[in-house]
């Protein structure tokens, strides 16, 4: 029943290494997005799918690359993992293309401790 | 781009408590405006949102009221509960991006 879900919950992992995060959405939404939380809960956005097309790419390092293969799935894949990734994941979805108007969905995020 | 200021945290009170959280904002057009709740080691959740001006959105007690004029959307609960206590977020839609943006968030922590 869970509407956005996303997994590993935890990640630890050693600088250098490469991971991947899953984002999964049953909600019919054609618009989703991945956001980073770091230490003091600020949240920002770093990328953005609609039908599959990147819509926002922020300026965020190459060694994050998105990854949507249908409309219901965005994965993120981190290169060459650096201490400063760590940071709490979100994944979000919404619908019809022009969140602004629309609320997102998030999943309960992953949280990545890059040792 | 949008750019967001909420009131630095923690606000820290008693139960039964009257809360204010100051939000302002500042963005292209009128873009609806959203107030999210994130619980401890959950994902952010929608409070409550307002599409337009003067409009008053609300949900659990919660209650916004988009200001055009002062470009604010503060968030108000006339009595707080413990279960109250999460990080509360005001973040305004940005047409531009299809996103939206958020503040930094403000800690409430509600005390019994």
């Known amino acids: 029943d869970t509407a956005v879900s996303q997994t590993p919950k935890y990640l630890v992992t050693q600088m250098g290494n490469d991971k991947s995060i899953k984002c999964e959405q049953n909600?019919?939404?054609?618009?989703m997005y991945w956001y980073k939380q770091d230490s003091k809960k600020f949240l920002k956005i770093m990328f953005s799918?609609?039908?599959?097309?990147?819509?926002i790419n922020e300026t965020v390092p190459n060694r994050f690359s998105p990854k949507s293969p249908d409309k219901a799935h965005l994965n993120l894949h981190i290169n060459s993992l650096e201490l400063g990734d760590s940071a709490v994941y979100f994944c979000?979805?919404?619908?019809?293309?022009?969140?602004?108007?629309?609320?997102?969905?998030f999943g309960n995020g992953t949280r990545l401790t890059v040792t | 781009g949008n750019s967001v200021t909420q009131m630095e945290g923690p606000v820290t009170l008693s139960e039964e408590a009257f809360l204010t959280i100051n939000c302002t904002y500042t963005?292209?057009?009128?873009?609806?405006l959203f107030w999210y709740v994130q619980y401890p080691g959950e994902g952010l959740q929608l409070l409550l949102k307002?599409?337009?001006?003067?409009d008053k959105g609300s949900n659990k007690g919660f209650e916004a009221t988009y200001r055009k004029e002062t470009t604010s959307f503060h968030l108000e609960k006339g009595s707080v509960q413990v279960s109250d206590s999460a990080v509360y977020f005001c973040?305004?839609?940005?047409?531009?991006?299809?996103?939206?943006?958020f503040g930094s968030g403000t800690r409430l922590q509600v005390q019994p």
């Open positions: 909600l019919g939404h054609d618009t």
């Open positions: 799918y609609n039908n599959k097309e990147l819509i």
């Open positions: 979000a979805s919404a619908s019809q293309g022009s969140s602004y108007n629309s609320p997102l969905h």
């Open positions: 963005a292209t057009g009128y873009p609806s």
């Open positions: 307002a599409t337009k001006a003067d």
């Open positions: 973040a305004p839609g940005d047409p531009g991006r299809r996103a939206l943006t």
